[in-house]
């Protein structure tokens, strides 16, 4: 099973941007996106790429519905899931920028 991350924009460089993932912060690539992104946007991240963006109206419904599943998930797979997600992206990232 393959799971997205939403995260907030925190800034951007090029087609890079820092994002914010429950106050983890990672690099995560925006070439695949279409549309522009700016800071303060939230996006869906799956191994290091921006998916695609979360509509500004869905925001809050879209983390609410990550922080439940979290929340209830506690030692589960896809609690574990997350977080291999998170630290394959840097890996990823770290590897691409030839510093892994």
């Not at 991350?5 to 106050?23: C, E, H, N, R, Y």
């Not at 303060?40 to 979360?54: E, K, Q, T």
Request: proline share 4%.
């Amino acid at each position: 099973m393959c799971l997205g991350i939403p995260g907030q924009v925190l800034s951007i460089s090029g087609k890079t941007a820092v994002v914010d993932f429950w106050g983890t912060q990672k690099d995560v690539r925006l070439d695949s996106l279409e549309e522009a992104v700016l800071p303060g946007d939230y996006v869906i991240n799956h191994a290091g790429f921006a998916l695609r963006v979360i509509p500004t109206d869905e925001v809050m419904d879209t983390l609410a519905l990550y922080e439940t599943i979290l929340a209830e998930a506690g030692e589960d797979p896809i609690a574990r899931e997350v977080v291999c997600e998170l630290q394959a992206t840097e890996d990823l990232l770290l590897t691409v920028a030839g510093r892994g």
